[in-house]
């Protein structure tokens, strides 16, 4: 069983990665953002720091917790800070019923495993 379910989490990690954008309606309805979101995005809209700056201290070779550190943020509260916007992204794409909650609950499960592992690499 937990096989299964392992494998279940992988293709819809793999689906959460590789599937272009969904649009919704043209009415007034609000428009489904894919909820991948690249850690530069996450460093510029959640930290403040311009592409320009970004681009240049990933030449110099830092990683993201060396750049987030700047700004006061450490390791682990930069995992926080992306496990928690990722998560607002699949949760407004259930809320528009883009996914099912089962499916939303798996693509969060595999954020949250993925981030709580990651190195800060790029």
Same mark, same amino acid.
């Given at each position: 069983m937990k096989k299964k379910q392992f494998i279940i989490i992988i293709l819809a990690f @793999?689906?959460?990665i590789k599937i272009p954008p969904v649009y919704g309606s043209t009415d007034n309805q609000s428009n489904f953002i894919h909820p991948s979101m690249s850690i530069e995005t996450i460093l510029k809209e959640k930290l403040g720091f311009s592409e320009k700056e970004i681009q240049? %201290? %990933?030449r110099l070779?830092?990683? #993201? @917790? #060396?750049? #987030? %550190?700047e700004k006061g943020v450490d390791k682990e509260s930069l995992k926080k800070i992306v496990i928690k916007t990722k998560c607002k992204k699949i949760d407004d794409a259930l809320g528009d019923g883009y996914v099912s909650? %089962?499916? #939303?609950d798996m693509m969060k499960n595999a954020v949250k495993s993925r981030t709580e592992k990651w190195n800060g690499e790029f």
């Open positions: @793999f689906l959460f240049d %201290k %990933k070779g830092e990683n #993201a @917790f #060396a750049i #987030a %550190k909650s %089962k499916l #939303a």
